[in-house]
């Protein structure tokens, strides 16, 4: 072990089947933080889907719908991952600590997954921006 930080030895985990050889670690990761920004996130979704609903045909724009329609599939694709880093910051929640170590499987494809997540998202605040003007 160097410093407060845990040797690191990659981390062998099984995911639907494959294995994860590689795995990221959050240490100090701010567990009122991440309950907010859990929260955020579904009040996003659902504000996405209620333009998605309230849209006339005509003015219907598709950049909700899609981010909702990946935000779906990233959900299902990685609910193991995300139901076990959601229990860790609970439990650490109900025992009042400040902060909490997760752990995430890295699978092959996690970074283009993010990529993707992450264009989709700025795609949306530029859609945000122009219907807000």
Request: charge should be negative.
């Amino acid at each position: 072990m160097s410093g407060n930080l845990p040797d690191s030895d990659p981390v062998q985990r099984h995911i639907d089947g494959a294995q994860c050889a590689e795995t990221a670690v959050l240490y100090g990761y701010p567990v009122v933080l991440g309950q907010r920004l859990s929260e955020h996130t579904q009040d996003v979704l659902r504000e996405l889907k209620l333009i998605e609903l309230g849209a006339s045909a005509a003015s219907q724009h598709e950049v909700p719908a899609r981010l909702q329609a990946m935000a779906q599939a990233l959900s299902g694709r990685y609910a193991q991952e995300l139901d076990e880093a959601d229990q860790v910051r609970s439990a650490a929640a109900a025992r009042g600590q400040a902060t909490c170590t997760l752990s995430y499987p890295l699978r092959r494809e996690t970074e283009q997954d993010i990529r993707g997540w992450q264009m989709m998202v700025d795609e949306a605040d530029t859609y945000s921006e122009a219907s807000s003007s």
